[in-house]
């Protein structure tokens, strides 16, 4: 059987600890973003999470910032 590769412990605890330091509505978009994958736009988040564009600028700086977002071929 093949060995599953994980993420090393270290990487999840600063991940989790990060996450649980960004506002809440940082929090509800990577949780989005981490279910949606590479294919969520700005459009579809906004439906998802029922609030405007504008509204959701901030939360997607601050996911930025935390890192928890990458450029699409990074």
């Known amino acids: 059987a093949a060995a599953m590769v994980g993420v090393p412990a270290a990487v999840g605890e600063m991940a989790r600890t990060q996450y ?3 506002s809440p509505a940082c929090a509800e978009f990577v ?4 279910v949606a994958g590479p294919s969520l736009d700005l459009a579809l988040a906004t439906r998802l ?4 564009a504008g509204d959701l600028l901030a939360p997607v700086e601050e996911a930025r910032r935390w890192r928890f977002l990458a450029p699409l071929g990074a």
């Open 31 to 34: 949780a989005l973003a981490a």
């Open 20 to 22: 649980a330091q960004c």
């Open 49 to 52: 999470l029922d609030v405007s």
